[in-house]
């Protein structure tokens, strides 16, 4: 099975400043996807920003982009602008035939 | 489009009872699942189907049955109800490849006592 990891389990960002959320994964596969979800207190599963293996280019998202380094096994999701709205708790997934998911991080966007 | 609708969005059962969340899409997924999430624990998968009449175990099957009779539906069954199995539950839907990414039902706040 694949695993995925998110090593902080909690963070906090000034309004208007970037903030970089941390995602590894472990896999022998070649081709597979990879996505960040976000949730807020309403629970509602959103979807931020989806990256294909096979393309080298770095999602983008309007203020939300990635960092996907292959080799490494690294997909960081960088926001930009900070905004009040952010405050959810983010979730790395990992698919190849079968999603996973890290264990979230919480993110709080100080006002 | 009404995506992913997932029944009912509270329910408290006493441990023992049976009940189904239901779970209907009206995007002609062939890929569906069921996920339990658990503070700190992220979200785990139960049971996954890649058809009408195809389903498979995740990582925490025991104490949950589903079945996919239908393109359109994945009911999770609870047949004996136990605290442990308090949590939310996502009903989740995709393409085949996933490529896409899910569309997320809202959830069910399950509470055992």
């Known amino acids: 099975a694949q695993t995925v990891t998110q090593s902080q389990p909690e963070m906090s960002v000034q309004e208007a400043e970037t903030v970089t959320l941390s995602c590894t994964y472990d896999t022998s596969e070649s081709n597979y996807y990879l996505f960040w979800y976000k949730q807020p207190p309403s629970r509602q599963m959103i979807l931020v920003i989806r990256q294909e293996a096979y393309k080298q280019q770095n999602a983008t998202e309007n203020r939300f982009s990635v960092n996907f380094q292959k080799a490494a096994k690294s997909f960081s999701l960088k926001i930009s602008d900070s905004q009040l709205g952010d405050t959810a708790m983010y979730f790395c997934?990992?698919?190849?035939?079968?999603?996973?998911f890290g264990t979230g991080t919480s993110l709080t966007v100080i006002p | 489009n009404a995506g992913v609708t997932q029944t009912p969005k509270f329910q408290v059962l006493k441990t023992g009872q049976s009940m189904t969340l239901q779970c209907a899409q009206d995007m002609n997924h062939e890929y569906m699942s069921w996920y339990r999430q658990d503070p700190g624990m992220g979200l785990r998968l139960i049971h996954y189907s890649v058809g009408a009449g195809i389903t498979d175990q995740g990582e925490v099957p025991n104490g949950y049955n589903v079945s996919r009779s239908t393109t359109e539906d994945f009911p999770l069954r609870l047949l004996s109800a136990a605290p442990s199995q308090t949590s939310v539950y996502f009903c989740a839907s995709t393409n085949i490849k996933g490529q896409y990414g899910y569309t997320f039902g809202s959830g069910t706040r399950l509470t055992v006592v």
């Open positions: 997934a990992f698919m190849k035939h079968v999603f996973y």
